[in-house]
T-cell receptor
Framework: DTAVSQTPKYLVTQMGNDKSIKCEQNLGHDTMYWYKQDSKKFLKIMFS???????INETVPNRFSPKSPDKAHLNLHINSLELGDSAVYFC?????????????FGQGTRLTVV | DAKTTQPPSMDCAEGRAANLPCNHSTISGNEYVYWYRQIHSQGPQYIIHGLKNNETNEMASLIITEDRKSSTLILPHATLRDTAVYYCIVRVAGGGTASKLTFGTGTRLQVTL
């Protein structure tokens, strides 16, 4: 039973389109994250939510809008996609504040903008 | 969170111990050392973490020097499936809901036959 699951696994779309990536965790965690891994393999945090409340927003363009309908889900909607948005996006979850505990990551969504 | 320094790449023969070093000379007393790895095309995976004592679990051992300025992750019997990028992360214990994992460039471990 997958702990953190993302859909879709692959997404190919044209510039200017709007797309969403979904994430669900069944670990009972109250904090969820979105990370972006670019072509140079650098992993960088984008957002975190705790109990449906936005906690971290790392100066991500406002074309990216996370939405958390409940603490088990954190979706990422991206408007007006650009070539530079091509990357692998990882969702993760943890107990609040990562206090002496670990984060669990999904398998990633490879987004290709053409 | 303290900055870490890791070698960009290492090789290890299968069946041998893989020792991955990490330098964190500016670590504070309330900061933990975490290790994650990322196998190709997968999400990062937690391995182990510690504060000042050495730690061991089913995956690896973590040796932290007495002054806590460096640590070593040990995979006792490396297999081909351990080929991955290994990240050493230092972060404050607690930190509230704003805590996050900050990944560096890691060490690419190649296990060979």
């Amino acid at each position: 039973d997958t702990a953190v699951s993302q859909t879709p696994k692959y997404l190919v779309t044209q510039m200017g389109n709007d797309k969403s990536i979904k994430c669900e965790q069944n670990l009972g965690h109250d904090t969820m994250y979105w990370y972006k891994q670019d072509s140079k393999k650098f992993l960088k945090i984008m957002f975190s939510y705790n109990n449906k409340e936005l906690i971290i927003n790392e100066t991500v363009p406002n074309r990216f809008s996370p939405k958390s309908p409940d603490k088990a889900h954190l979706n990422l909607h991206i408007n007006s996609l650009e070539l530079g948005d091509s990357a692998v996006y990882f969702c993760a979850s943890s107990q609040a504040g990562l206090t002496n505990t670990e984060a669990f990551f999904g398998q990633g969504t490879r987004l290709t903008v053409v | 969170d303290a900055k870490t320094t890791q070698p960009p790449s290492m090789d290890c023969a299968e069946g041998r111990a893989a020792n991955l070093p990490c330098n964190h000379s500016t670590i504070s007393g309330n900061e933990y050392v975490y290790w994650y790895r990322q196998i190709h095309s997968q999400g990062p995976q937690y391995i182990i973490h510690g504060l000042k004592n050495n730690e061991t679990n089913e995956m690896a051992s973590l040796i932290i020097t007495e002054d806590r300025k460096s640590s070593t992750l040990i995979l006792p019997h490396a297999t081909l499936r351990d080929t991955a990028v290994y990240y050493c992360i230092v972060r404050v214990a607690g930190g509230g809901t704003a805590s996050k994992l900050t990944f560096g460039t890691g060490t690419r471990l190649q296990v060979t036959l």
